[in-house]
């Protein structure tokens, strides 16, 4: 019983410690969209983030490879770097 306690309360501490690192990504991202003039880059970003957050990476990598190789790489150079690391390395999967 105690075993089970003890894993319950790991599985916690990873789950809480992921959702805290996607919160900071979310809270960078929505900074940076905030400037951002180019409406079709803006929403795609956003979409992007939504479907992360749903789990869905196949419509999340979708959404990444319909934008101009321009916008990819402002995505990579831009929106996806410091909080929102582990973000990208999901779009290299």
Known sequence: ??????????????????????????????????????????LAVGMAMIFQKLGNKSAMKTTYIGLSKAN????RNYYLVGACLP???KLDE
């Open 1 to 42: 019983m105690l075993k089970l306690l003890i894993l319950s309360v790991a599985v916690l501490v990873v789950v809480l410690a992921g959702t805290a690192q996607e919160d900071a990504c979310e809270k960078e991202v929505k900074v940076k969209m905030n400037s951002e003039t180019d409406f079709s880059l803006k």
């Open 72 to 75: 990819q790489d402002r995505v």
């Open 87 to 89: 973000f990208q390395s």
